[in-house]
């Protein structure tokens, strides 16, 4: 069974700022896990995933998100926050083996504001 | 790239009408999901398909079913619509994997609104 907490639903921030949505996960297999964000009127979109090797991982427009096995967290940052980063963020995770293999557990999502 | 074109963006129907949504994906890929997504919910599986005619269900399949009789097309079906299937339902494609999932993406639809009236 696998799981995926989002803490924040809404996350407010000023252009230029710190962006940090986060997202704790429960897996009984070592995880793979995945940060995806949605536009206004779109699908989702691929922003990076975490699978084996570099607990770093860095995706598109700047963001990155670092694998905590410890604290069974992966959580989204960006340094500095630009008007076009204003989306819906979804975290989720899958287990690497067994029949978790083509299923994706995804998180409520975290709605990102960027205030000028 | 690869494309996954939903047949509808809205759809408007009546309680108690079959109701069919249609994804297509230009990517020979073999697995099809569809989910629905609601406010405050989040994302939740409703079926998924790993090869033609194959099915599973995922964490909420009641009232839904599918077909999958080609590669590249995966429906949705809804034997009789209830007002509490409005939602916004995405269909995605990924290419298959095994354990280790270093390349996988799912490719997500732009979304068919539904809503049950």
């Known amino acids: 069974a696998q799981s995926v907490t989002q803490l924040g639903s809404h996350v407010s921030v000023s252009e230029g700022a710190l962006v940090l949505l986060r997202c704790n996960y429960s897996s009984s297999v070592p995880p793979y896990l995945f940060w995806y964000v949605q536009y206004p009127n779109q699908g989702l979109q691929l922003l990076l995933k975490?699978?084996?090797?570099?607990?770093l991982v860095k995706g598109i427009n700047g963001f990155e998100a670092e694998f905590k096995k410890s604290e069974t967290s992966f959580h989204l940052t960006k340094p500095s926050a630009h008007m076009s980063d204003a989306a819906e963020y979804f975290c989720a995770v899958r287990g690497n083996s067994g029949g978790s293999n083509y299923k994706l557990t995804f998180g409520k999502g975290t709605l990102l504001t960027v205030n000028p | 790239d690869v494309k996954v074109t939903q047949s509808s963006r809205y759809l408007v129907k009546r309680t108690g009408e079959k109701v069919f949504l249609e994804c297509v994906q230009d990517?020979?890929?073999?697995?099809m999901f569809w989910y629905r997504q609601d406010p405050g919910l989040g994302l939740r599986l409703i079926y998924f398909?790993?090869?033609?005619?194959?099915?599973e269900k995922g964490d909420i399949p009641e009232g839904y079913s599918v077909s999958r009789e080609k590669k590249e097309r995966f429906s949705l079906i809804l034997e009789s619509a209830s007002t509490n299937q409005t939602s916004m339902y995405l269909c995605?494609?990924?290419?298959?994997?095994?354990?280790?999932?270093?390349?996988?993406?799912?490719?997500f639809g732009s979304g068919t609104q539904l809503s049950v009236l």
């Open positions: 975490y699978t084996t090797g570099a607990t």
């Open positions: 990517m020979d890929h073999e697995n």
């Open positions: 995605a494609s990924s290419k298959i994997t095994g354990a280790f999932a270093t390349n996988e993406k799912l490719f």
């Open positions: 398909s790993y090869d033609v005619k194959m099915k």
